[in-house]
């Protein structure tokens, strides 16, 4: 759209129920500070941790990291909202709860559809639809909280045997990692378990590799857009303190010392988990790469990722030649084409007598 078209009123979401609802705000900000004013009017829409949706005014205040003031009510938008930026991460607004929701009131939205969202949210349904596309991920372990709380020993001791310390801990659908944890001794398995239990009922076990982490940006369009590789190093492993708190983590963008060979295969396989797992709009892509074999696995796949001033996302696309300026529109962008395509053909109304008919056939 050009800047002297009318402009589109845009509804950023922001905050939520889920652990995230920090992440979230610090994306927001980074949206709306690189939002054109002149092709854009910006409607605040902030979500209490409690998912409440506050008005305009509290929801600036929760933006600029002030008491909101007020409760919220019931999901809601501007009236005159044309397209919705969902700048939401984890459960609520990732999952593809949202994104139903968006899609029965057939408005717009940045991102991937409900089954999309929800594919990718959930870390083990994600790992069974790569693996029947032949894209490599690690192996895992899904443990359900019921069977971990009916018979603790007996759980930890199948886990164990299928999986050797040491290992990650992560509940299926989070992200940031948020309630992860290490396990380098059996005895500390229980206790990861349970607190990854704290955000979900399903966990998944991973083994624990020494790997390099490599992320890959893909954006929406004809022809689908990957960036080449960004890799993030850091002390220890990348938990939520190095990712969000701590200033110790060094990116590189593109990655350095990785053979192009293998970029441009991380690459492909990125396009092809977008396409499988029935993406839009934009993901970023996180690899794991073995020093011991010189392997990599697909980590996992952010639908959302974060917008901050220090994610990978923005920063692989700029490398890629869209600044964080243009990236929000081309989203935007995508997002109204999107929602202009024609809608589904609806069946034919069928009243009861007919489907009896149909069944039975007259008589």
């Given at each position: 759209?050009?800047?002297?078209?009318?402009?589109?009123?845009?509804?950023?979401?922001?905050?939520?129920?889920?652990?995230?609802?920090?992440?979230?705000?610090?994306?927001?900000?980074?949206?709306?500070?690189?939002?054109?004013?002149?092709?854009?009017?910006?409607?605040?829409?902030?979500?209490?941790?409690?998912?409440?949706?506050?008005?305009?005014?509290?929801?600036?205040?929760?933006?600029?990291?002030?008491?909101?003031?007020?409760?919220?009510?019931?999901?809601?938008?501007?009236?005159?909202?044309?397209?919705?930026?969902?700048?939401?991460?984890?459960?609520?607004?990732?999952?593809?709860?949202?994104?139903?929701?968006?899609?029965?009131?057939?408005?717009?939205?940045?991102?991937?559809?409900?089954?999309?969202?929800?594919?990718?949210?959930?870390?083990?349904?994600?790992?069974?639809?790569?693996?029947?596309?032949?894209?490599?991920?690690?192996?895992w372990v899904e443990v359900r909280r019921a069977c971990f709380e009916a018979d603790p020993?007996?759980?930890?001791?199948?886990?164990?045997?299928?999986?050797?310390?040491?290992?990650?801990?992560?509940?299926?659908?989070?992200?940031?990692?948020?309630?992860?944890?290490?396990?380098?001794?059996?005895?500390?398995?229980?206790?990861?378990?349970?607190?990854?239990?704290?955000?979900?009922?399903?966990?998944?076990?991973?083994?624990?590799?020494?790997?390099?982490?490599?992320?890959?940006?893909?954006?929406?369009?004809?022809?689908?857009?990957?960036?080449?590789?960004?890799?993030?190093?850091?002390?220890?492993?990348?938990?939520?303190?190095?990712?969000?708190?701590?200033?110790?983590?060094?990116?590189?963008?593109?990655?350095?010392?990785?053979?192009?060979?293998?970029?441009?295969?991380?690459?492909?396989?990125?396009?092809?988990?977008?396409?499988?797992?029935?993406?839009?709009?934009?993901?970023?892509?996180?690899?794991?790469?073995?020093?011991?074999?010189?392997?990599?696995?697909?980590?996992?796949?952010?639908?959302?990722?974060?917008?901050?001033?220090?994610?990978?996302?923005?920063?692989?696309?700029?490398?890629?030649?869209?600044?964080?300026?243009?990236?929000?529109?081309?989203?935007?962008?995508?997002?109204?084409?999107?929602?202009?395509?024609?809608?589904?053909?609806?069946?034919?109304?069928?009243?009861?007598?007919?489907?009896?008919?149909?069944?039975?056939?007259?008589?």
């Amino acid at each position: 759209m050009p800047a002297s078209a009318t402009p589109l009123t845009v509804a950023v979401l922001f905050g939520g129920k889920s652990a995230e609802h920090d992440i979230s705000l610090r994306s927001a900000r980074a949206i709306v500070d690189h939002l054109d004013r002149e092709r854009y009017r910006i409607r605040l829409v902030g979500i209490t941790r409690e998912g409440g949706f506050l008005s305009e005014e509290a929801s600036a205040r929760l933006l600029a990291g002030e008491d909101a003031g007020e409760q919220g009510g019931a999901p809601a938008l501007p009236e005159d909202t044309d397209v919705v930026f969902p700048v939401l991460h984890g459960p609520g607004g990732e999952d593809g709860t949202l994104q139903g929701w968006l899609e029965l009131l057939d408005i717009p939205f940045v991102g991937s559809s409900c089954t999309g969202s929800a594919l990718a949210m959930d870390k083990s349904l994600a790992k069974h639809v790569l693996r029947s596309a032949d894209v490599p991920v690690l192996p895992w372990v899904e443990v359900r909280r019921a069977c971990f709380e009916a018979d603790p020993k007996a759980c930890l001791a199948e886990v164990l045997r299928e999986r050797p310390v040491p290992l990650f801990v992560k509940p299926t659908c989070l992200g940031s990692s948020v309630g992860i944890s290490m396990v380098s001794k059996e005895e500390d398995l229980g206790p990861a378990l349970a607190e990854a239990f704290r955000f979900g009922e399903e966990v998944i076990v991973e083994p624990a590799i020494d790997a390099r982490e490599l992320e890959v940006a893909v954006l929406d369009g004809t022809p689908l857009q990957s960036s080449q590789p960004g890799e993030i190093r850091i002390e220890g492993w990348y938990d939520y303190d190095n990712k969000y708190l701590n200033d110790d983590a060094e990116l590189f963008v593109p990655a350095q010392d990785l053979p192009q060979r293998m970029a441009d295969a991380m690459r492909e396989f990125a396009q092809i988990a977008f396409r499988s797992l029935r993406l839009a709009g934009l993901a970023r892509i996180d690899f794991l790469l073995d020093r011991q074999a010189g392997r990599f696995y697909l980590n996992e796949v952010n639908t959302m990722p974060g917008f901050t001033t220090i994610s990978m996302y923005p920063k692989l696309m700029e490398a890629s030649g869209v600044p964080f300026k243009e990236l929000c529109h081309r989203l935007i962008a995508l997002a109204m084409a999107r929602g202009d395509r024609p809608a589904k053909p609806k069946a034919p109304a069928q009243t009861s007598e007919r489907l009896l008919e149909a069944e039975h056939g007259s008589a």
